[in-house]
């Protein structure tokens, strides 16, 4: 989403890129551990403001002269396979993998039938650390995917979905490819003061190809993107302050080709069409954390944005928050305040594209960049083994990036909205090991998530003024706005080497796209303005055979229980959950 950042040890990896790529950039099984910030983000991190995911990779390391082979097999004839191998010597170390996967059951289906829906994909990944001297490291991490995806459609007609929006014609793909490469030279002068200067580059293409006897349009939308840049930073500690100061840059070039063929019997001419642009991102940023007292901690920061390409936009972003330790309880409350800026996509279009939106009472208009405003507090209370931590916050944001399509076609444009609102209750509990056996752990979100105002950047109404592009400045539900959010789940450890893991999820629907609260509803089993809530089971079993053998079974959704999850055509799409899935896999591991 573009409301997360993701970083690849430790390396802010941009797309600015809005709901144009469905692949993930790096195989989970390369992963050695995963780092999770959501919220109360101090100035040295970035400008997304949902969350912040740190992948730590493997490194070779933990590894002597061993490999690993990973098979895999289920239902929807799927498969994920993986040849990974990894040594290291006092100085040096190294890991690569090759994977491959294939599988029926793509993308969330319109239906609950699935259809057109098959995917595959290929990939490898390598890392290399050399430790030249005691206080000079050399990181190199790299990765190259290309993934195929079928896009699902509804069979029928004369479906309610299809009379809203047709699919019935459609038999559209798109392929994917992306690669990243980042270096980082890690230079410690002393214990307590490193220096990071990491240059990377990043390669994502995404190509939406369809039929030419697609119904109504057949839509061709074909982008590449080229990311250069780089992240400098020092970090010291001075008595008390703990202080970071760096500088995180790059330049972006895209490549588009738009086209479509108007099979609806309009006569409308077909488009093709081929265009370029380019931008830039500069953030500086000073941070300090200072440990006023064992009981207090204080942070305080300044980011500075600077955003071009077609025009120039500046943005200052101040952070403040605060932990007070609670003596002998161990209780700490924290409060945080923040300001975030996320640069725009970049935005381009003319000749018949342009035309083409015209016709369809929309224009392309400047695109600035979201503007977030957050304020968060939270406890966290640790109890016997327990953790407990909840938290509330309020995040207003102008200029709410998102993404709308051009009439009956897939064509696709970022847009902003006037502004929006997020607000939240969470809340987390952990166990402690319960009895020998297993833990325990909860998450709960009771959140709101509201737009308001028109259509501001982008894809936008017109005529301007006309009352038909007023959408009003009363808050209303966002497409993603689900209220009640609840997983529940348990690892265990069994005997005979056996290890169980069971989840339950419960979502209380998400916005009902179709509703209409002044009449009846375009879909009479979807009448109220949010969609049915909807509860699934997943459960896996994993047995060690041998030191070097493991098995598991996977098993999600058990129930199959089927339910549309979301139907907001302008910004999502008609989306059913996944149905029930089995799968088995087995590890081995061996010497090279």
């Given at each position: ?31 050695d ?100 001297t ?28 299809n ?24 230079h ?68 588009y ?14 488009i ?103 304020h968060?507090?939270g ?29 009956d ?20 509990l ?21 737009q ?35 997983n ?44 049915p ?60």
């Open positions: 989403g573009h409301q997360v950042s993701w970083l690849i040890d430790g390396v802010e990896i941009p797309n600015t890129n809005i709901a144009s790529s469905l692949a993930a950039q790096i195989d989970p099984k390369d992963i551990y995963l780092e999770i910030q959501r919220g109360s983000y101090t100035s040295d991190l970035g400008d997304r403001t949902y969350g912040i995911f740190n992948v730590v990779p493997r490194t070779g390391f933990e590894r002597s002269r061993q490999a690993e082979l990973v098979l895999s097999g289920g239902s929807f004839l799927q498969t994920d396979d993986q040849l990974n191998f990894g040594d290291h010597t006092e100085k040096f170390a190294y890991y690569a993998s090759l994977n491959g996967s294939r599988s029926d059951y793509g993308l969330a289906p319109p239906v609950g039938q699935v259809l057109h829906d098959a995917t595959n994909g290929s990939g490898g990944f390598a890392s290399l650390i050399y430790n030249r005691p206080k000079d490291q050399l990181r190199l991490v790299a990765q190259l995917r290309h993934d195929f995806f079928q896009i699902p459609y509804d069979p029928d007609p004369n479906s309610v979905e009379h809203l929006y047709d699919s019935s014609g459609l038999r559209d793909t798109q392929s994917e490819t992306d690669s990243i490469a980042a270096f980082t030279w890690l410690t002068f002393t214990p307590s003061t490193v220096l990071q200067a990491s240059p990377f580059f990043h390669y994502n293409q995404a190509d939406y190809n369809s039929s030419p006897k697609d119904t109504p349009v057949a839509t061709t939308v074909d982008r590449t993107s080229n990311y250069g840049g780089g992240h400098i930073s020092l970090t010291t500690q001075i008595a008390r302050n703990t202080l970071q100061g760096g500088i995180y840059f790059f330049d972006q070039q895209d490549g080709l738009v086209g479509a063929l108007f099979n609806n019997g309009s006569g409308t001419a077909p093709h069409e081929t265009d370029t642009t380019s931008g830039s991102v500069v953030e500086e940023y000073l941070s300090d954390n200072f440990k006023a007292a064992s009981w207090l901690t204080l942070t305080a920061g300044l980011r500075q944005s600077r955003f071009n390409g077609g025009f120039t936009e500046d943005f200052t972003a101040p952070r403040v928050g605060a932990a007070i330790l609670i003596p002998k309880l161990n209780w700490v409350f924290r409060g945080y305040y923040g300001r975030f800026y996320q640069p725009p996509p970049l935005l381009t279009a003319s000749g018949p594209v342009l035309a083409f939106a015209n016709s369809n009472n929309t224009t392309l208009a400047p695109l600035h960049g979201e503007r977030d405003e957050e968060q507090f406890v966290q209370i640790p109890f016997r083994g327990w953790l407990l931590d909840a938290d509330t916050f309020k995040n207003r944001v102008n200029n709410f990036l998102d993404h709308s399509n051009i009439g076609s897939s064509i696709y444009f970022p847009v902003t909205i006037n502004g929006a609102l997020v607000r939240a209750w969470e809340l987390t952990r166990s402690p090991r319960l009895g020998h056996f297993g833990q325990a752990h909860l998450a709960y979100s009771n959140q709101i998530a509201q308001r105002g028109n259509i501001t950047g982008g894809l936008i109404c017109t005529p301007i003024g006309d009352p038909s592009c007023d959408a009003g400045f009363a808050y209303t539900p966002l497409d993603h706005d689900q209220r009640n959010t609840l529940l789940g348990f690892n265990a450890t069994l005997p005979h080497a056996f290890t169980a893991s069971t989840n339950v999820y419960y979502g209380s629907g998400f916005t009902n796209g179709g509703y209409n609260p002044t009449g009846p509803p375009p879909d009479p089993r979807y009448p109220n303005q949010y969609l809530a909807h509860i699934t089971f997943d459960l896996a079993l994993g047995k060690t055979i041998t030191e070097n053998l493991t098995a598991s079974i996977t098993a999600t959704n058990v129930a199959n229980r089927r339910i549309l999850l979301d139907n907001s055509l302008t910004f999502g799409g008609f989306h059913d959950n996944d149905p029930r899935q089995l799968f088995a896999e087995l590890r081995y591991r061996f010497k090279l």
